[in-house]
T-cell receptor, first 114, second 115 residues
């Protein structure tokens, strides 16, 4: 079975400082991993995805994530937080790619302080 | 980019009535759409997989007779909550799969409140 664990339910950073949102996965097969962001009253937006190509994945808005098989991790990072990054972030796993069932983590609420 | 819409965005209904939620892929065709449910401050839980022209596949624990799904065209899937009760109040989100980009695109969600 596939699952993801987001280690922090809330993360607070100051504007301009680095962001680290942690995610560990469990999968019996080679997983596809995603990070989605959900702003209030808006639909989920795909930030980036890993599908067995390069282990360092670059996404939109300056975010990136590194797939580490030995650590079963897929942490999301950004060098410098912006106020507009404040939102809920979901780590997601799928077997078979994005066109198959997605299993969502519990989410991390990112707060950005001025 | 690919856009998925949902209608209505919010609905309030009385207990015992039925509510239909529409999910549309606006600029692409989607043979597969998914329906999720999100409780306050919780994650998304997959309810069912909707395939155009065939019966939906429901996740364990989801009542297929209560949550009727119809995927009549490549751009439209509907979720009908039948005989709604207050415990059905939730945020319902759909997604549509674009075969061109191998990506699920999510709708903005529908907030259902059952009184």
């Amino acid at each position: 079975a596939q699952s993801v664990t987001q280690l922090d339910s809330h993360v607070s950073v100051s504007e301009g400082t680095p962001v680290l949102l942690r995610c560990n996965y469990s999968s019996s097969y080679s997983p596809s991993l995603f990070w989605y962001v959900q702003h209030p009253n808006k639909g989920l937006q795909l930030l980036l995805k890993y599908t067995s190509a390069a282990t360092l994945v670059k996404g939109i808005n300056g975010f990136e994530a590194e797939f580490k098989k030995s650590e079963t991790s897929f942490h999301l990072t950004k060098p410098s937080a912006h106020m507009s990054d404040a939102a809920e972030y979901f780590c997601v796993v799928s077997v078979g790619g994005a066109t198959n069932k997605l299993i969502f983590g519990t989410g991390t609420l990112l707060a950005v302080q001025p | 980019g690919a856009v998925v819409s949902q209608h209505p965005s919010r609905v309030i209904c009385k207990s015992g009535t039925s509510v239909k939620i529409e999910c549309r892929s606006l600029d692409f065709q989607a043979t597969t759409m998914f329906w999720y449910r999100q409780f306050p401050k919780q994650s998304l839980m997959l309810m069912a997989t909707s395939n155009e022209g065939s019966k939906a596949t429901y996740e364990q624990g989801v009542e297929k007779d209560k949550f009727l799904i119809n995927h009549a065209s490549l751009t439209l899937s509907t979720l009908t909550v039948t005989s709604a009760h207050p415990e059905d109040s939730s945020f319902y989100i759909c997604s549509a799969v674009s075969g061109h980009t191998d990506t699920q695109y999510f709708g903005p969600g529908t907030r259902l409140t059952v009184l």
